[in-house]
């Protein structure tokens, strides 16, 4: 994989590289947030790990940019502004993960090994429950008329969630699902993930489908059952 740390402490950015380098991926470094949308936009670049708080360009624009210009690699946000608005906002973006400053290195690496390892499954058939309509080929969901892009993480819970349609799955599976084992996330990281994917599956008069079953976890069922 090549990977691109976007980054302005050199300090940390060459601890990411040799980090990353001694897994074996390739890394580019940009310093910068013009640097990293151009790098980001070249088509170069398999997984993007981004602070947000960049000379130039901040991250959250980099995002909005490289998703409108419509590159689908996994971003992964490393930043010190942990407050929730902020989470929400870069996964709104479309943000894959979000990763809080001071880190664990061997957490992060974690995170991109989940990340890279569902950016190369292949799931050729859509899923369909009621009326929606999951695709793997674009990570698009429709329902009716209407069509959003899911960044790979909310994919990841949503199948899982189409493919246990009518079943309770819980918390613990949908972590590990998401982001492995090994990688540390907390149920209330679980949360802000399914209230974003939450607010994609069910719009404004549409009946709601993704249903929380207290201190057990979610599931994928009609209101009228």
Do not use: C
Not at 127 to 141: A, G, H, I, N, T
Not at 155 to 173: H, I, K, N, W
């Amino acid at each position: 994989m090549q990977i691109l740390v976007a980054e302005d402490r050199p300090q940390t950015a060459g601890l990411l590289r040799r980090a990353f380098e001694g897994e074996g991926h390739g890394v580019l470094l940009a310093y910068d947030g013009d640097r990293a949308l151009s790098l980001g936009k070249s088509k170069l670049i398999d997984v993007m790990v981004l602070d947000i708080m960049l000379p130039g360009l901040d991250g959250f624009e980099v995002i909005r940019k490289l998703r409108e210009a419509k590159r689908r690699m996994p971003i992964i946000v490393l930043s010190a502004r942990d407050a929730m608005v902020d989470i929400v906002h870069g996964l709104e973006l479309g943000a894959d993960d979000y990763v809080k400053k001071p880190f664990e290195l061997d957490i992060l690496l974690a995170r991109v090994r989940a990340l890279t390892r569902r950016a190369s499954a292949e799931y050729p058939q859509d899923l369909k429950f009621e009326d929606l309509v999951l695709r793997p080929s674009s990570y698009e969901l429709q329902r009716g008329e209407r069509v959003v892009s899911l960044t790979r993480t909310e994919y990841a819970l949503l199948e899982l969630l189409m493919r246990r349609a009518g079943r309770v799955v819980p918390r613990s599976a949908l972590i590990e699902e998401g982001w492995g084992l090994d990688s540390d996330v907390s149920e209330a990281n679980l949360y802000v993930f399914i209230r974003s994917l939450r607010s994609k599956v069910t719009q404004p008069g549409e009946r709601e489908l993704l249903q929380t079953i207290r201190g057990i976890g979610y599931s994928l069922r009609s209101t009228d059952r």
